[in-house]
């Protein structure tokens, strides 16, 4: 069985490392002339799912924009996550899951068991109650080619106070985290199956993120103010293994297909360019 890592490696030397969000905002089924209702989120997504489904290597749904809408909007998720998959996209589910460890086990199979309804390439996980807690969530996606997304040092302003805290060994909270998800890459090849999470928006972090040996998703790009080229002060050496992370500013050229397409390729191209870009 091929590892998320492999897969995701594969998927970025194919397709490029993009990953786009489908974020269906109330004021943006508005913009695209849609109802704010299930109808309107379903062909919100059946439009960015035909756009970009076949070419862009990662998509990443926030579920919350469809448990909006209760079991229907749950739903139009779980065809979205099928048609995506089907057309080759790897589906992050954005879900921001963390609990108790025997909860998390239940998360586990919702989101990373193949017999799931809801079953995806990877989900993202909060490791406030500790990053130990999580490791259902690992050993589910490790025995079945999956992947986990761990948030570091977030894009909103607020998560500073917590991820920056210093502990009694003096390593920050974020940095704990770094250091357990770069253990569970240790010799993993091509890369790693664990991620984090740190923000485009951040700045120079002051942390050490060179041996994570996994993908470092990096949201916070375009509506929230970060730019390709400040990738380069955010993550250093450790710029190859980004994958850059862009939802309103993509949508926001919908509903045309073919504006949305032509938005996800300038994106690509701006952050090939970024991740490449020498000294
Ligand atoms: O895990 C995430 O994707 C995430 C982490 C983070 O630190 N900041 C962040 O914005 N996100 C998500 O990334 C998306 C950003 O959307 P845009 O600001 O529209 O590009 C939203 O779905 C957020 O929930």
Redesign the pocket.
């Known amino acids: 069985m091929e590892t998320f890592g492999a897969r995701l490696h594969r998927a970025v030397a194919d397709r490029g490392p993009l990953c786009v969000?489908i974020?269906p905002?109330p004021g943006l089924l508005a913009d695209w002339g849609l109802p704010d209702d299930v109808d309107g989120l379903d062909r919100f997504c059946r439009t960015v799912v035909e756009a970009i489904g076949d070419r862009v290597a990662v998509v990443?749904p926030?579920s919350?924009f469809f448990e909006r809408f209760g079991s229907r909007g749950v739903g139009v998720l779980e065809s979205t996550i099928r048609q995506l998959r089907d057309l080759g996209a790897l589906v992050l589910l954005?879900v921001?899951r963390g609990d108790i460890g025997s909860t998390v086990a239940a998360y586990a199979s919702a989101y990373l068991d193949p017999s799931s309804p809801m079953y995806v390439d990877a989900v993202?996980a909060s490791p406030y109650l500790g990053v130990g807690s999580l490791a259902p969530m690992f050993s589910t996606a490790a025995e079945h080619g999956g992947g986990v997304?761990v948030?570091a040092?977030?894009?909103?302003p607020e998560?500073a106070s917590v991820q920056r805290a210093v502990g009694a060994d003096g390593r920050t909270v974020a940095q704990t985290v770094i250091d357990e998800i770069s253990q569970l890459n240790r010799g993993a090849e091509p890369l790693g199956s664990f991620g984090l999470?740190?923000?485009a928006t951040v700045g120079e972090t002051g942390h050490d993120l060179g041996s994570v040996n996994g993908p470092l998703?990096a949201?916070?790009?375009?509506?929230?103010g970060g730019t390709p080229a400040g990738l380069r002060t955010v993550f250093g050496a450790a710029l190859p293994s980004v994958l850059p992370?862009?939802?309103?500013?993509v949508?926001g050229a919908g509903p045309d297909p073919a504006g949305l397409r032509a938005a996800a390729e300038r994106a690509l191209a701006e952050c090939r360019t970024a991740l490449n870009a020498v000294g």
């Open positions: 969000g974020d905002h990443k926030q919350a954005d921001k993202t997304f948030l040092l977030t894009s909103n998560g999470v740190v923000g998703l949201p916070g790009l375009g509506a929230q992370s862009y939802s309103r500013e949508l």
